[in-house]
């Protein structure tokens, strides 16, 4: 059988691409080596942050904006939501241009917004030790997407509506240009199909190392959830927001589900491989992020650690994502790129995907391939 459209990749930018092109009516096989959010993967993790804050970088604020509504109605289709609105906090410094630029674009996309200072936010959040912050802004209805469900509750819906899927390891590609006509599995299948969207996250330099080995540079990035005082509510939601501490590159969640406070340090680490790299949290991270909740979070300066994890970003050389046409395959798409802040994108990213192959969206110049570079200066978060 020949499709219309395969999928490489389900891991959000993929489930959704394929989800939105098969509502346009496309006949899609959507494929992953390991499954719909599995460990491996950049969606993979227990819980991702859905926020509108992106100080001056509006598309993307807007795009989330969108995608928050996508993923409601997905969620109402289920009944089952699988979104925590903890609220979104963002501890800002005296002088703090992004804080501000943040707040300007809340306003200019009319987003539900709080501008609280020092005092407010010490009434409202006893919890934190307000050391450095001078004021903060609070996303009311943003919160956390329960990510790995979410990715496996998206792939099972398209299924449901058509989407064929296959547990299956896609080979690199042995043709050089022109029209692609297949992809082989490594265990030797060929598929058929009129086009091809590689969403492969930080499997994307392996893919196509020539073209992608120097633009998307995967970083080992560590997790850790803190174990709240027995009885303890103050750490909860509905008490304690999801909280981003841009200035120090730091962000956490309440305890969610009993896993406990999480805490990351958002700072790129070692190069990592996704496939053969050891999953286990190193000593100089617990320490970081022991030493930042002793002062931000003084109450669980010595709470011990109840789960970690070991994920990667797939950065581009600004964060930017990469959406665009393989330059030598007129029928090969490239979607990843998602730079540690690309899960609550999925939907805008699967609509957007499914526009530009259906010939009806635009392509926007910061997500193409020609504007990436091979320096490194992170510019969105
Ligand atoms: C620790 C951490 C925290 C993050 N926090 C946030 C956050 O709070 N908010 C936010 O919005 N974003 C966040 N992100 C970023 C977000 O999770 C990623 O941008 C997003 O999940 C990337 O999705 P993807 O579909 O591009 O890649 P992936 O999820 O990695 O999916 C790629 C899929 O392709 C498959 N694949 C690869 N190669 C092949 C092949 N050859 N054949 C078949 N299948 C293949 C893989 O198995 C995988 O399932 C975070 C990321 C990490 C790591």
């Given at each position: 059988?020949?499709?219309?459209?395969a999928?490489?990749?389900?891991?959000?930018?993929?489930?959704?691409?394929?989800?939105?092109?098969?509502?346009?009516?496309a006949?899609?096989?959507?494929?992953?080596a390991?499954?719909?959010?599995?460990?491996?993967?950049?969606?993979?993790?227990?819980?991702?942050?859905?926020?509108?804050?992106?100080?001056?970088?509006?598309?993307y604020?807007?795009?989330?904006?969108?995608?928050?509504?996508?993923?409601?109605?997905?969620?109402?289709?289920?009944?089952?939501?699988?979104?925590?609105?903890?609220?979104v906090?963002?501890?800002?410094?005296?002088?703090?241009?992004?804080?501000?630029?943040?707040?300007?674009?809340?306003?200019?996309?009319?987003?539900n917004?709080?501008?609280?200072?020092?005092?407010?936010?010490?009434?409202?959040?006893?919890?934190?030790?307000?050391?450095?912050?001078a004021?903060?802004?609070?996303?009311?209805?943003?919160?956390?997407?329960?990510?790995?469900?979410?990715?496996?509750?998206?792939?099972?819906?398209?299924?449901?509506?058509?989407?064929?899927?296959?547990?299956?390891?896609?080979?690199?590609?042995?043709?050089?240009?022109g029209?692609?006509?297949?992809?082989?599995?490594?265990?030797?299948?060929?598929?058929?199909?009129?086009?091809f969207?590689?969403?492969?996250?930080?499997?994307?330099?392996?893919?196509?190392?020539?073209?992608?080995?120097?633009?998307?540079h995967v970083?080992?990035?560590?997790?850790?959830?803190?174990?709240?005082?027995?009885?303890e509510?103050?750490?909860?939601?509905?008490?304690?927001?999801?909280?981003?501490?841009?200035?120090?590159?730091?962000?956490?969640?309440?305890?969610?589900?009993?896993?406990?406070?999480?805490?990351?340090?958002?700072?790129?680490?070692?190069?990592?491989?996704?496939?053969?790299?050891?999953?286990?949290?190193?000593?100089?991270?617990?320490?970081?992020?022991?030493?930042?909740?002793?002062?931000?979070?003084?109450?669980?300066?010595?709470?011990?650690?109840?789960?970690?994890?070991?994920?990667?970003?797939?950065?581009?050389?600004n964060?930017?994502?990469?959406?665009?046409?393989?330059?030598?395959?007129?029928?090969?798409w490239?979607?990843?790129?998602g730079?540690?802040?690309?899960?609550?994108?999925?939907?805008?990213?699967?609509?957007?995907?499914?526009?530009?192959?259906?010939?009806?969206?635009?392509?926007?110049?910061?997500?193409?391939?020609?504007?990436?570079?091979?320096v490194r200066?992170?510019?969105?978060?």
């Open positions: 059988m020949s499709y219309d459209i999928v490489v990749g389900a891991g959000v930018f993929g489930v959704w691409t394929a989800h939105q092109l098969n509502l346009n009516g006949t899609v096989l959507l494929l992953d390991y499954g719909p959010g599995n460990s491996r993967a950049s969606s993979g993790g227990e819980s991702r942050i859905i926020r509108l804050g992106y100080g001056p970088d509006e598309i604020s807007r795009s989330a904006q969108r995608s928050f509504v996508l993923w409601q109605q997905l969620f109402e289709n289920l009944r089952q939501s699988l979104l925590e609105t903890t609220g906090l963002w501890l800002a410094r005296e002088h703090d241009p992004y804080a501000d630029a943040t707040l300007a674009t809340l306003e200019r996309i009319n987003a917004r709080e501008r609280l200072d020092h005092d407010e936010l010490a009434r409202r959040f006893p919890q934190f030790d307000l050391a450095r912050v004021w903060g802004i609070l996303e009311p209805d943003s919160g956390v997407l329960l990510a790995r469900r979410a990715v496996q509750a998206v792939a099972a819906q398209a299924r449901a509506n058509g989407v064929e899927y296959r547990e299956e390891a896609i080979a690199p590609l042995q043709a050089v240009h029209r692609l006509k297949s992809i082989q599995t490594v265990s030797g299948k060929e598929i058929l199909a009129d086009r969207v590689f969403a492969c996250g930080p499997w994307l330099p392996k893919m196509f190392p020539a073209l992608l080995g120097d633009l998307i970083t080992r990035q560590e997790v850790f959830f803190f174990g709240v005082p027995p009885g509510s103050m750490f909860g939601r509905g008490a304690l927001p999801t909280w981003i501490d841009f200035n120090d590159l730091v962000y956490g969640m309440p305890n969610l589900d009993g896993r406990g406070v999480k805490l990351a340090i958002d700072e790129h680490g070692h190069e990592f491989d996704p496939d053969s790299g050891e999953r286990v949290v190193s000593t100089s991270g617990l320490k970081a992020a022991r030493e930042y909740l002793a002062q931000r979070l003084p109450r669980l300066a010595d709470a011990p650690v109840t789960e970690t994890r070991v994920c990667q970003y797939e950065n581009t050389w964060g930017d994502f990469l959406i665009d046409r393989h330059p030598d395959f007129e029928n090969v490239l979607v990843g790129g730079s540690g802040h690309g899960f609550k994108h999925g939907p805008a990213v699967g609509e957007y995907v499914a526009g530009l192959i259906s010939g009806t969206g635009k392509l926007e110049t910061r997500f193409s391939l020609a504007s990436k570079k091979k200066e992170r510019k969105v978060f």
